[in-house]
């Protein structure tokens, strides 16, 4: 099984900080999977093979949870930004 992923941001910066926070998880993957992510532009693109269906689904999963969980914690460190040059 073949499966690709393409997270579109909204500018390179995001997509920058999306695929340094999660290269470091991806490079533990199990035996059966093949597993690699590229950036290009504002896109994060990912593409899991596996001979297992269950197995590239389950990584697909984690890949949406750790990518929704960076956008929680990006737009909510962006408003603490803004909230303290508000106050100087």
């Not at 500018?11 to 695929?19: E, F, H, I, R, V």
């Not at 929704?68 to 303290?84: H, I, M, N, P, Y």
């Amino acid at each position: 099984m073949n499966t690709k992923l393409r997270l579109a941001l909204k500018c390179n910066d995001s997509a920058a900080a999306l695929a340094q926070v999660l290269n470091p998880d991806n490079r533990s993957v199990p035996s059966d999977q093949v597993f690699s992510m590229k950036r290009e532009r504002e896109n994060v693109l990912f593409s899991i093979q596996s001979s297992r269906p269950a197995s590239a689904f389950t990584s697909l999963d984690s890949v949406l949870s750790d990518a929704a969980l960076f956008q929680e914690v990006w737009l909510l460190s962006r408003r603490t930004r803004g909230r303290d040059r508000k106050k100087d």
